[in-house]
């Protein structure tokens, strides 16, 4: 298992590669579609953050000091950057996560659609992995 | 005919870059460009103008006051209201709705009933809402047929002596469609409603003359008619407006001020509490001049044509469903594709330069209506062209290969 | 030392005539003049960023709201709230009590008690008035003493359990009285009750933390801090704000919307409904920086050094009595020359090119306190000068000979 | 008697005289002064006409098909313009009144004063005495 460290760095590597914005965006959908399915039954009204305009369920587990996250969304490109926060975040334990800095983000040019003032909840879905991170780790 | 080309470079924005492509602007619903007289009224006002309205001696006073109530004279002519004081000026629709929903529920009893529509905007929604949930009225919704306009037999059964008021939307944001209001006007007044129409689709799309039109309360935004932010219009009048009790208080809407009691100014001061938005009312008025010299019903042509051509061409692409297909409608369509998420496409074509709207527009009851979580929305002004058209259509084209 | 002509070359305005002589603008209590990249900042939007706010996914709307937003936090750094959704754009601070005093009825029960003083603008009388009319509550006031200050044994006399909320000016735009805002928040507490501050005239004289003062709500308007017209401030404690009822409904304050029920935004946007003065919220942005770039202290220190000399300069006319003596005092002059009426000289000065305002400046209860039609106010700024007051001196003698 | 329009003409030609404001605004301060006390009990809030800031008081008489107006101010610039106006209509038939022309008003350069928009009650009286004059031409 790598830390959220080296995946973040290999996360830039990989869209350092991208020479548009198309193929960044068609990356983006790779992962959404790609992105392991969320258990039916945790895709109900509790475990969803509403943006203005897509909307995302995340649920969280916690076994042998390490959370699980799993999400879904009903927008692809949405859904997509779920997939990263996911592949950064899910298997690390709660500290780690609870006090993470997100730095990759601004690097590989996701900034604008990860900014507090826009509509698609993910902003809201970080806070929210933070949260079970910060109660998760009170258990411990 | 309109020059289209004189048009556009009247607006600066236009010919701003956007991701790299040039700008093309498809989100005028939600507001509109402003042409450079519009700019240059504000920033003059500030620079030679400036000062507080209405109760100063001094000469700089007096010219602010002047050029504001030159203001309100235009925008009288513009809509055809019979008296001057009938024009208040608000904060923009949304103000104007809330101001005549909060003097109206005083006029209301217990099983009275106000009629909107599915179609309204949340802002002729909620205010009415909340003036039954405090009168004890009841609310009572005119459904929206498939094809976008309302259900006018639906409506003539729901009007009753009980009939309040009736607030419905001009033409609607999420779907185009250009309800017949005179009709609704007509049947209203019959059983003794007044009526409230939502004008901030219509007001610089269709030509207004409140005497012939009838309707009691009429409210649009200048930020959607080529006008500035910040200034909205309520219509009504005289004698409903003279009934209503005021609705803000404090600074000009005061006749006396003492503490065993407060008289009113007369209109329109007893709507205007407050220094109002001077620099933005100001400069409205050469917003309408834009407007009053291309002529509303020439605008209204040509975005007729735009409108056309658009939904021909989009209908083009396999697994478009466009919502709102009456057959009198603005230059608004809202649509999806098959199988994809609106959000998605929104994002993609923006990244080609397009300023489309996607979402719920404010509309959600309409969103249900159709069991769509939003639409994709292309709404035109004056200053579109075929040719940006064609480059939107490329690229929803785009997209809709990037996300199958 | 603040560099005046410096200073002054920023404002356009300053370099007009008005009736051939040189402006000299002593109206800053009505409202202030703007500096040119308050001017410029508003043009920009325009012609480079306009676009509707916080819903779309386009570029432009995405701009128009960093540009937005960016203006919020800058507010809330420059009177040092807590939390940036504690600052809540309204058309200015009329409407922020009016949206005030129309939620903090639900709070009071017959026989809760509202204090304000006798001192108040109308926009901070009348809404109360009217929230203790429909919620069965009384309306207490504080007296004023003969220099103009409140008179606190009178206040800490009127305190008691009954006291829900307090609402007072910071100073007084009548009289320049600077009052012990501190020593009335912490009294009002003491007993429970909420304090609303009425900071229209304070808050780019004064330098402001909301966190030290500790007011629970805080109100004032962007044009009279060289901003634009149309933007006011409503601070409120983040748990007070959450408790308030919404104000006005429509556009952004909702969260979901149906016909068998509705649901709010959270703060900012619960109180923020329909389409925002964008343009004037970004512009604003320009006038804190404006005055941050002089700082406040600096800015009052001359002030201060105007006041004290305009007022002296005064006080050699024969005749001449001030209202509003007070210690601390902010630089607004309130005055009359014995058998003159104050309409007549400012009628004459304005002729010399100078605007003073004159009348009662929307503060009727303290004209029946001094039992006088008005008075002539001279309210200075930061662009004012020891010259320009010279010019006003001899313009007032003027007018003295004129009239006697 | 003089008509309304030759009483006009004479104040234009009286007002073309002065060299610049100091002394047109002298001229009125000295009609104000002169202007025929109104009767006291006259003076009535029956009778008050409110501008925002000087007050007006008006009073309207009518005796053999003439109406004769009597009027006050606080202000005496605002009482040097009632003057004025009094000297124009006073003494004249109703009907000549109410369809008075009172062009004078822009020529003698004080428009400004008499905008609708002026905050000194001036723009009511006018109307005020215009309202006596067809009040009382339906009692001829
Ligand atoms: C002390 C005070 N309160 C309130 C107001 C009202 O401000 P606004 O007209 O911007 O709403 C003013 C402005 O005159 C003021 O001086
Ligand atoms: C039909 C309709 N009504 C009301 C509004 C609200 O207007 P504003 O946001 O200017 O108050 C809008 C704007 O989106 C609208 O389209």
Redesign the interface.
């Known amino acids: 298992m790598h830390t959220i460290k080296e995946i973040q760095k290999e996360i830039i590597e990989d869209f350092a590669m991208f020479e548009d914005?198309?193929q960044k965006?068609?990356y983006l959908?790779d992962l959404g579609k790609e992105l392991a399915p969320i258990d039916q039954k945790y895709k109900i009204s509790e475990n969803l953050i509403?943006g203005?305009?897509?909307?995302v369920w995340l649920h969280a587990e916690y076994a042998e000091g390490k959370i699980i996250y799993t999400a879904d969304s009903?927008?692809?490109?949405?859904k997509g950057i779920v997939a990263i926060l996911i592949n950064v975040l899910s298997g690390q334990n709660p500290s780690e996560i609870a006090t993470a800095k997100l730095d990759f983000i601004n690097e590989i040019g996701l900034k604008?659609q990860l900014?507090?003032?826009?509509?698609?909840g993910l902003v809201s879905m970080i806070k929210q992995m933070k949260l079970y991170a910060i109660a998760f780790s009170k258990q411990q | 005919m309109l020059d289209v080309s004189k048009i556009r470079s009247q607006f600066p924005i236009l010919s701003r870059k956007v991701n790299g492509q040039n700008l093309v602007y498809f989100d005028n619903g939600a507001t509109t460009q402003k042409p450079q007289i519009v700019i240059d009224a504000e920033s003059k006002y500030y620079a030679n103008q400036n000062s507080n309205v209405h109760r100063g001696v001094h000469f700089l006073s007096g010219l602010a006051t002047d050029k504001f109530e030159e203001s309100r004279n235009t925008i009288q002519n513009f809509i055809g209201a019979k008296h001057k004081h009938e024009i208040i000026f608000t904060k923009g629709t949304t103000d104007s709705i809330n101001l005549v929903a909060s003097g109206f529920k005083t006029f209301l009893n217990k099983g009275d009933e106000i009629i909107i529509s599915e179609q309204e905007h949340h802002s002729n929604i909620v205010p009415w809402q909340i003036c039954c949930e405090q009168s004890g009225s009841n609310l009572k919704v005119i459904p929206i047929l498939d094809n976008g306009e309302m259900d006018m037999d639906f409506f003539y059964n729901l009007l009753s002596e009980n009939t309040k008021l009736v607030a419905v939307s001009h033409i609607s944001n999420a779907l185009g469609t250009i309800n017949n209001v005179e009709k609704i006007i007509e049947k209203s007044h019959s059983v003794g409603a007044k009526v409230l129409i939502d004008g901030a689709q219509a007001a610089s799309h269709i030509s207004l003359n409140m005497q012939k039109l009838d309707a009691d309360f009429y409210c649009f935004s200048a930020h959607k008619m080529f006008g500035p932010t910040g200034v909205g219009i309520l219509y009504g009048k005289e004698d409903i407006l003279n009934a209503l009790p005021p609705y803000q208080s404090g600074g000009e809407m005061i006749k006396e001020v003492s503490f065993s009691g407060t008289t009113y100014a007369d209109l329109p001061h007893k709507f205007e509490a407050g220094t109002p938005n001077i620099s933005g009312v100001v400069a409205f008025k050469s917003a309408i001049d834009f407007i009053s010299n291309l002529e509303v019903n020439k605008i209204a042509k040509y975005e007729e044509e735009l409108l056309q051509y658009a939904t021909s061409e989009l209908l083009k692409i396999e697994g478009v469903r466009i919502y709102g297909t009456s057959k009198k409608k603005s230059a608004i369509i809202s649509f999806n594709l098959e199988g994809l998420h609106p959000y998605d496409i929104g994002m993609i074509v923006d990244k080609m330069g397009i300023a489309i709207r996607t979402g719920h527009h404010c509309a959600q009851p309409i969103m249900e209506r159709f069991n769509i979580p939003g639409t994709v929305r292309i709404s035109l002004a004056v200053y579109n062209t075929k040719e940006e058209i064609d480059l939107c259509i490329n690229a929803i084209k785009k997209a809709k290969i990037m996300l199958s």
Chains 1, 4 share one sequence.
Do not use: F, H, L, V
């Open positions: 914005w198309i965006y068609e959908i509403k203005c305009q897509s909307r009903d927008a692809i490109m949405t604008e900014s507090p003032t826009r509509a698609n």
